[in-house]
């Protein structure tokens, strides 16, 4: 079930997460937070997670719907390396 809490926004651009929301995300003092909008102008917030926990998360997510990883990398790469050689032209 959805959490909804009411915040409000300081002079300075702060927010107090709600205590509710932070226990519910485990967000304790010093923890990064990432702020995602989305094209329909919602905004999340979440726990920011290392990238490479980020990136692992992925991987798995590409495993289960039978995508080649290592292929995508290197189609990845060679487009990446034909856009530059177009700017160095």
Do not use: N
Not at 20 to 28: T, V
Not at 42 to 47: A, D, E, F, Q
Not at 56 to 76: N, Y
């Amino acid at each position: 079930m959805p959490i909804s809490k009411d915040a409000t926004v300081t002079s300075k651009g702060q927010v107090t997460i709600p205590k509710r929301i932070r226990d519910e995300l485990d967000i304790d003092a010093g923890t990064e937070v990432e702020f995602v909008l989305e094209a329909d102008g919602t905004i999340s917030v979440r726990p920011k997670r290392p990238p490479m926990d980020r990136l692992r998360e992925i991987k798995e997510q590409l495993a289960e719907r039978d995508v080649d990883v290592e292929q995508m990398r290197s189609d990845s790469k060679d487009q990446w390396q034909s856009k530059h050689e177009e700017h160095r032209e």
